[in-house]
């Protein structure tokens, strides 16, 4: 594409207009063309007999199966793996991540998922065989270092939240919003109450609704008003004795921060239920502002979104809860504590960090102490931005997707147009009725353009969203790159030209039929 | 200060003139003043990465890892097996690692492809023609399976054998708290099981399923003809947990009639990372396939015919049905099964077999000498062990490993420690306090096995 029109462009900021940005950034349209052809799998490409394994010499005596096992409980013959060699190996995973778009390779504006640079750092110091080798059996005195640096994660985030104590087992945002609901049910119990139902909004996440059913309550639906936020009057209306308590997003799901969040907090405390605070739009309100603060009694964090642990292609990810003074003492156990007995300088007969489960313990949520890997990654994170960092973090990424509201208002329709927090609701509404462009096709047509594609389709009550989050890693030349992309998609569009093909063409595949997935379901290559 | 936004202050100034704003401060004129955080954080300050590297390798230097000097013969669900440095580097290939949910398969059939293929081989491994992409860890697995049971059942109970993982029907109890079922652990004796005889069964208390672990947390193959039978007069469904190493010599979950089987997959090329993240694997049959938890990536074409692949049936999920969904599962363990699948392909058929007959032999070879022992014994008998076994000695184990760390070994696990009570019946308070639970994986030589042997009479001593 031409960089001409990039450097010239007037937007209203006569400083921006005169500055050459150079050349617009974040796009993977540089990566290889890759044909029409696609993968083999690793099945097709094994030959029987053929193999990469190598073993360590043990010269352990050897025993034929049967004197090891009796005959009935063996295999007659071992399960089919692939067999290829090693070289086969590194060349069909190699060529396979070649199919794949990431954030290491360009822009990734996938709303409600804060996917921001992921520093190489974090990954190295997990690497560390001292910590990545620990056996999550070990005997407390044997890895004070991993309780350490628990406890260390632990405050940090109590710090950040505002909140005075918190659980790092779960693995994830959905089994952090169990864990705390489940927190909830049991806070109501040993009050001797049994309410029934908990109060989701509409634009909720997927994950809020069955969360709650899977803590064994009803949902309550709250709708959003025309300013796409919580109106008290209409929460007041649903809150009554039967109500456990409110799960919120705030920012919310429109990425609107909730004005009224005190005044909720109080009609919220008031009918005696608790808040909830759905942690995946933390990103935004880093050192501005704490959930504690606001009123909410339970919080959990998206540590892969809000503190760049990287998402693996969907997991690990880690989803901490941290509580309120009144719930600590229901938290998952065990957790690990700084040791109040602890002689200084510390010895293995009285270490300075401990297990500790609960007094009124839930029980655990994770097999063993949650997904340390990942959570030692946001530490390290965490320790390198310190509070002005993270401060800058919410400030960057609330500038950026501002600056692309603006930027691009007069192309796509803003149902809520006003300053937005990390992430803003597109629609392409109208769009869809002038020229049939779809918010699918916009997302198609933005692979072609080298950009991975905002979430489209959410929050549910917005027609045709298009929901973008930039993060505050994107540079103001990436920014103005995809915006010219998302305007260049309606403008060919417009002229009954080029973007009327069926988008996208550019990418590794064409677009995938999946009801054709769904009729004929082909899970495995079995059943092929 | 370090960090990685890349504004320029000049930047940042011309971007706020475009938005006809004066401060970053006016970007958040919507959150109320009282609410704001006055004075910032209160977190020490940031420092650059060379320095916070300095300061995890102390913390690093403060844990006694398997890697540096405690020889690991520590099981129980975690297990320290090799790592090949292929695996290592195709698994931390940026493309797997900085990805997301396949939302857009156009441009992710890469690691569609790959759940694709980790489906497969789970499948091979269960025995079970249906296998989805990922749960949390085997404790999740779990959990969802029992739901999936649920879910087809009018029963509202499940009886769980007490050879489960401890921890896991911990995770499980807790997890389900909030539904009121009817969870019944059924004691193991002598290693095996003791559920009760089909022919003294009612059906008035039908549980949903039958769980029981193959081999189980102590280490024994169980019979698992007999649970197959109950499930059938029961009409419950057979839920086999499943050591998926030990599935490169054993008869498959599915073989043996179970309808879903869970397992912890950390053994395929993840570290033991102090117990996360790890891998949820669950297979199922047919029956249940609408019923199964997160995702599912299916084969089909693209628009040109060309092969493709994309998660399917996605009207299970949470974000499609809301309060109405199973589960409310959504990021998972992708990239963690990304490297099962790596690391089986690199074991092959041969060498999955090799894996777990070489933890087999060394488990033997290591049993063999340990019982010879005078004062030390099996807990579970004559019961038929693989990979793993538990052993009572005269001092409790917790005295054991310490003892035995001075020589340089994580000698086990110490089955005191049992949180959720009871494991074997046949087992009391002050034998549980004397009961130690040792593995043995393909890295142990010879030499390290003599040592440990060594060790371990002369710590076992009062």
Redesign the interface.
Known sequence: MSTEGFNTVD???T??AK?AYGMPGGRAASIPSLG????P???ELSSP???????????????A?D????AH???KA???????S?RD??G???R??????????GA?P?GS?T?????K?C????A????????????S??????L??LVELEE?LC??TGMAAATLQP?????G??TG??LM??FHEAKGARPKRVVVPDSA???N???????????TTVKSDERGCINVADLREVLDSDVAGIMLTNPNTLG??E?D??AIADAVHEAGALLYYDGANLNA??????PG??GFDIVHM?L?KTF?T????????AGPVAVSERLKSFL?GPRPVRNPGSESPPD?QSPQFVWETPQNS?????????????L?RAL?Y????????????A??A??NA??LR??LSETYDVPFN??CMHEVVFSAASLKKRLGLTALDI??HL?DEGF??P?VY?PLIVNEALMIEPT?????QTLEALAEALERIVDATDDGGDASY?A?RN????????A???RR???????? | MPDYTPHTDEEIASMLRFLKLESVDDLFNSIPVAIRTAGGLALSPGIPEPDVTARMNELARANRSGAEDLICFAGGGAYDHVIPPVVSALASRSEFVTSYTPYQPEVAQGVLQAIFEFQTVVSRLFGLPIANASLYDGSSALVESVSMSLAGSTSRSAWISSGVHPQWRSVLSTLTRGRELDLRTFALVNGETEWPEVDRLGKESSPSALVVAYPNYLGCLEELDRVRKICDHLGAAMIVVVDPVAAGILRTAGDWGADIAVGEGQAFGNPLGFGGPYLGMLACTQDYVRRLPGRLVGETTDSEGTRAYVTTLRAREQDIRREKATSNVCTNQTLMAITAAIQLSWLGRQGLRELALRCARGTRYLRDRLVDIEGVEMVTGDAPVLREFALRTRIPSSKLITRMAESGFLAGIALENLTAGKCDESITRSDLERSILISVTEKRTRQEIDAYADAFEKASQP
């Open positions: 937007r209203g900021d400083d921006l500055k029409r052809e696609f993968e799998t690793i099945f007999g053929r193999s990469s394994h190598q073993f360590p010499t043990t010269n352990i005596p050897e025993f199966p004197e090891l096992v009796p409980h063996l295999a071992s399960p089919q793996m692939p067999e290829v090693e190996l590194v069909h995973f190699t396979l991540s070649h199919r794949q778009f990431s954030v290491d390779l990734y996938l998922c996917m921001k640079y992921n520093p750092v990954d190295s110091v997990v560390m065989p001292g910590i990545r080798d620990v056996h999550p059996g070990t005997p005195a044997m890895c004070q270092g991993w350490e640096l940090a710090e950040i693995a994830a945002g959905a089994a919003e169990l609901l489940l049910r049991a996440h997927g994950t609704p069955a969360s709650v059913s899977l803590a064994g309550y009803e949902v609107l921060f004005e969040i005190v309100i880093l050192g501005v502002t704490r603060d606001m998206n892969h760049a990287p998402h693996g292609g969907g997991g690990p990810g998952p293995w839930i029980g655990r949520v994770h097999s063993w102490h949650g997904n340390a890997l990942v030692a390290t965490i320790w390198i931005h310190g509070g002005d960092g993270l401060l800058k973090v400030q960057r609330v500038l501002n600056w603006v930027r006003r300053t997302a198609k692979l991975h594609s979430t959410f505050e890693t994107e540079s103001v069926r996208p990418t590794p595949v064409k677009r995938v039929d999946e054709k997935a769904a379901l082909v899970p495995t290559f079995d059943a092929r």
